[in-house]
């Protein structure tokens, strides 16, 4: 049971870290562009929280092979978060050179940033240093 809790308050937890990022990387990029017509919100939302998910199924099998410290495992997720940006580095017609370049280094800096962070909602280590501190 407790551990049923624990890992709903992480994917939870995931979920909000996710969208949160995606709200403040998405806002900065729509005052740069044309005006669209907004999503529509439940659709949105179910869509981020199903990607959220993804992305911790991508960090999980990580944290769980690395046998070292939890701040190794959060170095290895937060690098092969990053790399996935490294399709705009890849000439691209939608996108001119001076786009792709700031927004690579947008996007890397902040999934590396994001990886770091799942880590510690995701590792064991951690999970068990705040158990230690509420007890």
Known sequence: MKVAIVTTIRLLAVTILYFSSFAVVSGALLANVSPQPAPNQPSLVLLQVARAL??????????????????????????????????????????????????????STSNFLFGWLMVLILHPQITQILLKQSA
């Open 54 to 107: 993804l992305w911790a199924a991508i960090a999980w099998p990580i944290v769980r092979m690395m046998k070292g410290k939890w701040w190794e495992a959060g170095l290895a997720v937060a690098l092969v978060f990053a790399v996935t940006s490294s399709q705009l580095l890849l000439p691209n017609p939608l996108m001119p050179y001076e786009v792709r370049m700031t927004h690579l280094l947008e996007t």
